[in-house]
């Protein structure tokens, strides 16, 4: 089967042009990483470094627990806790990766620096609608994952015989986060054929899932236990769920950061509904987090556009509100009673 060829002849030469005139690269990833930033960040950092460059990987703010064991996570500069050193890198590098985000907003606090920056800009993502944003983009909305894309370009650039391990590994568990575990988005025959190649890299894929989705903590579970019993509401005309988290309860099950990661899938076990939403109190910022995920061909993203601040993907999207979580509950109520109000 083949692999698809992102890179048409001129960009090829034109990545090969960047790369080549680099030395000092920086990797970003968006704010909040997830398997898939930190994932193709830590590949691609793997790869630079493998051809003698100094690579920095940077993200806005800390990745959960559940991916500091990808192999290289170490290496990253979380921007939110180390500004001075982030800060540092950003000026002294000569060319930015920009990995699975598609605006500039995404980097939160580190976009200025990026923005003034005179390092030059490649872009590898899949999400929908990008901003201009770099000299030379990448961006596939049809690819399950930047970890897709980005295998296709290593394996265009004939990197991947000399794949290592390592960098298998990462590239596996964008492509197992970004589908939920290929519950979804992935019902395609070239996806299944990379995930092969992978695997004949030496990666252990059942490790991998444990490592992510089997190590969380007691109070993990028993929270997300009371938050389906107490805390969620169901509206059954509109077939959507509505759950709201506190700092106070976070403190309470002994929050650490990752928890709620996959909270917002579980009321779509109800049969029939279309569509759930999470709020949470952001810990560092006077705002709410929103995350939505649908089934079906629920826009998520149009609502997040709408109501949220935000956008993403047809059946996963986020954004924030710039309230307390009261008034923000109420915003959400009346987002989901717009849509039996539309008929
Ligand atoms: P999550 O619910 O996991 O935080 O985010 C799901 C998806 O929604 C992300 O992959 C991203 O595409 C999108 N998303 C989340 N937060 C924001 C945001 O604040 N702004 C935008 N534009 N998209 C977001
Ligand atoms: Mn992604």
Not at 222 to 239: A, V
Not at 240 to 262: I, P, Q, S
């Amino acid at each position: 089967m083949e692999i698809k060829k992102y890179l048409s002849a001129e960009q090829l030469e034109q990545w090969r042009r960047m790369v080549d005139e680099a030395s000092n690269i920086a990797v970003l990833g968006h704010s909040g990483p997830d398997g898939d930033a930190m994932g193709s960040m830590l590949a691609l950092a793997s790869y630079l470094q493998g051809l003698g460059k100094k690579v920095t990987p940077i993200t806005p703010n800390a990745c959960p627990d559940f991916l500091r064991w990808l192999p290289g996570a170490e290496q990253v500069i979380f921007f939110r806790n180390k500004q001075r050193k982030g800060v540092k890198a950003l000026e002294e590098c000569d060319l930015v990766f920009c990995l699975d985000f598609n605006g500039l907003d995404r980097l939160e606090e580190m976009r200025r620096c990026v923005e003034h920056s005179k390092a030059r800009r490649i872009m590898i993502d899949h999400h929908l609608d990008p901003e201009p944003m770099a000299e030379l983009m990448v961006s596939d909305p049809r690819a399950a994952a930047t970890c897709e894309v980005l295998f296709c370009i290593f394996h265009q650039l004939g990197a991947y015989e000399g794949l290592s391990q390592d960098i298998a590994t990462c590239l596996y568990c964008g492509l197992m986060t970004d589908t939920g575990a290929f519950a979804y988005n992935s019902n395609r025959a070239e996806l299944f054929h990379i995930v092969g190649m992978l695997i004949a890299k030496g990666i252990d894929k059942d490790k991998i899932y444990r490592n992510v989705y089997y190590s969380y903590t007691e109070s993990r579970l028993r929270l997300m236990g009371y938050l389906m019993y107490e805390k969620m509401e169901y509206f059954p005309e509109e077939h959507v769920a509505l759950f709201a988290l506190t700092e106070k309860e976070m403190v309470h099950f002994n929050f650490v950061r990752g928890d709620a990661e996959g909270f917002v899938n579980m009321p779509l076990q109800i049969k029939g509904t279309i569509l759930s939403i999470s709020l949470r109190e952001d810990t560092e910022k006077p705002i709410v987090r929103v995350s939505l995920r649908s089934v079906g061909d629920f826009p998520c993203n149009e609502m997040a556009e709408r109501f949220f601040n935000g956008g993403g993907h047809l059946n996963a999207a986020g954004g924030w509100l710039p309230k307390p979580i009261d008034t923000a509950i109420q915003t959400a109520r009346q987002a989901i009673k717009s849509l039996s109000e539309k008929g």
